[in-house]
């Protein structure tokens, strides 16, 4: 072989060869424990339960939820399980214990459930803000329902975007709350996240993560969590609103249930022309499935929720059409005389 070309092999192989580090040079082993947020997702842990309930097509029977009282007091977000008469709350350790609603706020789009039980560990709400914007949090919740009896759940990191009033925006942006959120550039839009805690690096509850939400004008998700110092009244009973139709003017959408008898299943039989249901979309064989997160098993169930309905306030129906599961909004208006 030529000289040269062995000198460059040569040279070649020395720069290609590993560094040899000597003692002094050698990196520390890592230390696996020294997570800085370890403390505050255990104290989380023992503190965020499972939530299970009724599901119907595309509305999942699951959620997360968080221990606010000694007492048994859950606070979880709005959803189609809260209506379910077999609803499930799962300890940290396995334990599975049956629900009652206590009260629901529709503003913040939550609600307070008793379980029979102590529960000596739970989050203190605060009177105050807890974060700014810019600090680092942490989202616990069983997301995609992965964990299962005393299995810990997932944990999702980010940072507070800011938190802002959501109330002038409510109509662009389809939203069923009112009232300061918090927004996070972690992803908490998904099935499982709603009720969890949004928890500060140092141990603290900033809040609890929101109802799924999305946009029809963008088909976007909002990432965000009711803060603790609003969910506080609440849950001690101070300020709630009662929400009821106590005005002379009677709820009308436009459309005639088939009835057979009360407990016929809450079939559509007609929908008049020029009338909310109408324009919603709304047809004849429409089976209602559910009434603004409320199950409707039958005629009679729909009658009861639907004299409860404000006049101009947008209400959800869940329908089933053939072999679809659709969701539809609509605004009641007065009843015509």
């Known amino acids: 072989m030529n000289g040269k070309f062995l000198l460059f092999f040569l040279l070649l192989g020395i720069a290609l060869a590993p560094a040899t580090l000597s003692a002094d040079d050698k990196q520390p082993p890592v230390d696996e424990s020294a997570n800085p947020f370890a403390d505050a997702i255990e104290y989380a842990q023992k503190r965020t339960v499972k939530l299970y309930g009724g599901g119907i097509g595309r509305e999942h029977g699951y959620a997360s939820g968080i221990v606010v009282s000694d007492e048994g007091h859950i606070l979880v977000a709005h959803g189609i399980y809260v209506s379910s008469i077999r609803l499930r709350v799962v300890m940290y350790d396995g334990r599975v214990y049956p629900a009652e609603i206590q009260r629901r706020s529709e503003h913040l789009q939550a609600v307070l459930l008793k379980i029979d039980a102590k529960t000596p560990d ?144 809450a079939y559509i039989d007609k929908v008049y022309p020029n009338t909310p249901a109408a324009k919603a979309g709304l047809r004849s064989d429409d089976l209602i499935l559910a009434l603004d997160g409320e199950v409707v098993r039958d005629v009679k169930d729909y009658k009861e929720m639907f004299e409860k309905l404000v006049v101009g306030e947008e209400v959800t129906l869940i329908i089933k059409r053939k072999n679809d599961v659709l969701s539809v909004r609509l605004t009641p208006v007065a009843e015509p005389k």
């Open 122 to 265: 739970y989050f203190e709400l605060s009177d105050d803000p807890v974060v700014q914007k810019g600090d680092w949090v942490l989202g616990v919740s069983n997301v995609f329902k992965v964990a299962d009896r005393d299995e810990q759940l997932s944990v999702n990191m980010g940072v507070v975007s800011l938190r802002t009033e959501i109330d002038a925006k409510k109509r662009a942006l389809d939203m069923d709350i009112a009232g300061e959120v918090i927004l996070i550039d972690a992803i908490t839009s998904n099935p499982g996240n709603p009720g969890g805690a949004l928890m500060t690096a140092d141990g603290k509850l900033a809040g609890m993560i929101g109802k799924l939400i999305q946009s029809k004008s963008t088909n976007t998700w909002l990432n965000y969590a009711i803060p603790s110092d609003r969910l506080k009244p609440f849950v001690e009973g101070k300020n709630v609103e009662v929400v009821n139709n106590t005005s002379d003017e009677k709820p009308f959408v436009g459309v005639k249930l088939f009835v057979l008898n009360k407990r016929s299943p």
